[in-house]
């Protein structure tokens, strides 16, 4: 979006052009951080565990097998782990 395109928006709508950016990234973070938290949830689910630490500990006690998969189970639940983190943070700071 362009300055000028944001300065048309906000006048319609009778914002501030401020505030428009301002709902706009926070709208764009809520709906980023859904889908992260969905995604996490859905691994969540496939291995029946609640965080990093569960899928760690399941895994050194054999209930998880080792494979590519799990792997890039693994690596992907700790990036939406991180990520959901830093998104909550950034919202917080709207």
Known sequence: ???ETSTVIA???DLKKTELQK?????????ELLAKKTE?????VKYN????????????RGKIQE????RED???WDYLEK???MLGKLLKSL
Request: charged share 30%.
């Open 1 to 3: 979006m362009t300055n």
């Open 40 to 44: 996490l949830f859905s691994l969540a």
């Open 23 to 31: 709902e706009s990234l926070k709208v764009f973070l809520e709906r």
């Open 49 to 60: 565990l609640k965080n990093i630490k569960s899928f760690v500990e399941a895994a050194r």
């Open 67 to 70: 494979s590519s998969e799990t």
């Open 83 to 85: 990520r959901i983190s």
């Open 74 to 76: 693994f690596f992907r």
């Open 11 to 13: 006048k319609a709508l």
